[in-house]
């Protein structure tokens, strides 16, 4: 499914139509060049939970985690790990049933690229001011999810 985004108010209802279809755990990775907008998708995305939390970019701390009553997000940011580096966190300690996983740079894991659920792909414009999103399934939920979106 592709979207066109023109203005942060614009991004800020994609990630809420994206928060109301999603179904966790899920997995949901992020690629596109440094400025693209994948950290500010993901703080939409994240203030659909609660507004005035302030999100922070894991660029170097690696990891962000945010509990609310039905959801756990861990906001990773893979920019610093070279790929396929090893042992840098154990994601599996925190997935459970409530999970939400928002991974940037997830192709430089190739383990959590294989195992995401959905791929969030965004690419800016020539003149810099849209944004184009691709998202891709790629489990039944990520699929799901997307057609859901589509409704």
């Known amino acids: 499914m592709k979207k066109i985004v023109n203005t942060e108010k ?3 209802e994609l990630a809420m139509q994206f928060s109301k279809s999603m179904q966790l755990p899920l ?3 992020f690629i596109g060049d440094l400025g693209a907008g994948k950290t500010t998708f993901i703080r ?3 203030k659909t939970y609660k507004n005035d939390e302030v999100i922070k970019s894991p ?3 690696l990891v962000e985690e945010y509990n609310y009553n039905s959801i756990d997000i861990l906001h990773a940011d893979l920019y610093r790990i070279k790929k396929e580096e090893k042992n840098y966190f154990d994601f599996n300690s925190y997935y459970n049933k409530r999970s939400l996983f928002l991974i940037e740079w997830i192709e430089n894991d190739s383990k959590l690229l294989k ?3 959905i791929l ?8 810099q001011e849209k944004r184009f999103y691709d ?3 790629n489990t039944v939920k990520g699929k799901n999810l997307i057609k859901n979106m589509q409704i």
Do not use: A, P, Q, R
């Open 10 to 12: 614009e991004t800020e």
């Open 27 to 29: 997995i949901v990775g």
């Open 44 to 46: 939409k995305l994240i």
């Open 59 to 61: 660029t170097f701390g």
């Open 115 to 117: 195992n995401s659920d």
């Open 120 to 127: 969030i792909n965004i690419m800016i414009s020539d003149n």
């Open 135 to 137: 998202f891709k399934g």
